[in-house]
């Protein structure tokens, strides 16, 4: 009967990540198939690409021209000319926010020719 499991390989043994019912001493044929190994960065969690603060800095952001923004999702938190003040401002509002700063017009780069 063939089956499929995952098991991990420590100190020279492989070690299954699930029981198994074998007499002892059965042998067994093995095909190895390695799993890219995991990014040490990489998380289970779900990834935040923090689109809904994109979409606020694409639509929303032109009365705040030249200041700082705290945004939480779809939502300003904190604004304000000084980044240390709107990051105070967004911890004593408890979000978790992205910072961001809005550009003045002037500020942006010149692209042509």
């Given at each position: 009967m063939?089956?499929?499991?995952?098991?991990?390989?420590?100190?020279?043994?492989l070690r299954p990540l699930e029981p198994l019912i074998l007499p002892e001493h059965q042998r067994v044929h093995l095909t190895?198939?390695?799993?890219p190994a995991r990014l040490s960065w990489e998380s289970t969690e779900p990834v935040n690409e923090r689109r809904a603060e994109l979409q606020w800095l694409a639509r929303e952001s032109g009365p705040y021209a030249g200041?700082?923004?705290?945004?939480?999702?779809p939502r300003l938190v904190a604004h304000g000319e000084k980044l240390v003040a709107v990051i105070a401002a967004a911890k004593a509002a408890g979000a978790d926010p992205i910072f961001a700063s809005v550009p003045?017009?002037?500020d942006l780069p010149f692209g042509g020719w």
């Open positions: 063939a089956r499929q499991l995952e098991a991990v390989y420590e100190q020279g043994i190895l198939e390695e799993a200041q700082w923004v705290a945004l939480d999702g003045r017009d002037r």
